[in-house]
Every structure is written in structure tokens, then in C-alpha cells.
Nanobody
Framework: QVQLVESGGGLVQAGGSLRLSCAAS????????MGWYRQTPGKQRALVAR???????NYADSVKGRFIISRDNAKNTVYLQMNSLKPEDTAVYYC??????????????WGQGTLVTVSS
């Protein structure tokens, strides 16, 4: 079974920082894209940042200049460094991985979600 294990969520005051980590494990032939999404009650899950196997990144406009996504391909791990946090960043953050299994079938895996709360 493929799974994503997340860590790093918690409570922080506005202006502070948190670093989220997500490690993929299991039977995966390749992982092409890893990313972070977030969701608040009553709203759709939205992209925060994503990174390809080659290192290309994409950020939501609301986090550009504040968040940095990085990836350790050898460890199948993605990180999200969140700086200058704002109360509106409060959400459940989900790790995502896209790739292929050993039969070259597309797979997409989601983490369990970790809550980030930013107080005013």
C-alpha cells in the first residue's frame, strides 16, 4: 500500500513559521509530482504549492513569497516551509503525490491532512 505520512502542523501566531513534511512510502514505480493543498470548512480543496520531479514549482498567488516547497527525490519527501503566516492560512493541509505504479498505471495518493492554525 502506498501512503503519505505528514508532520509539522500545529498552532502558530501570525507572523510565525511552520515547516510541513510529507514522506511517501510503499510500492511506487515513480513519483512525478508532489504538492500541498489546503481546505477549510465549506470550501473546495485548493492548491497551495506543487513541485515536479525536475524541480519546477507552482504556487498559489496567496502564498507566493511566503511559502517555499522543496523535494528530496531520494527520500520521496516533500516539504513546505511556511513563513509570515497569516490567520487566513488556517486550514487543513493535505499532501499529494502523483506517479505510476509498477504496472505503469497512474496513481494519486493523498495524505491524511494536518491542521495548521494561525492565531491573530
Amino acid at each position: 500500500q502506498v501512503q503519505l505520512v505528514e508532520s509539522g502542523g500545529g498552532l502558530v501566531q501570525a507572523g510565525g513559521s511552520l515547516r510541513l513534511s510529507c514522506a511517501a512510502s510503499g510500492s511506487i514505480f515513480s513519483i512525478n509530482v508532489m504538492g500541498w493543498y489546503r481546505q477549510t470548512p465549506g470550501k473546495q480543496r485548493a492548491l497551495v504549492a506543487r513541485i515536479t520531479n525536475g524541480g519546477s514549482t507552482n504556487y498559489a498567488d496567496s502564498v507566493k513569497g511566503r511559502f517555499i516547497i522543496s523535494r528530496d527525490n531520494a527520500k520521496n519527501t516533500v516539504y513546505l516551509q511556511m513563513n509570515s503566516l497569516k490567520p487566513e492560512d488556517t486550514a487543513v493541509y493535505y499532501c499529494n503525490a502523483e506517479g505510476r505504479d509498477y504496472e505503469i498505471r497512474y496513481l494519486e495518493v493523498w495524505g491524511q491532512g494536518t491542521l495548521v492554525t494561525v492565531s491573530s
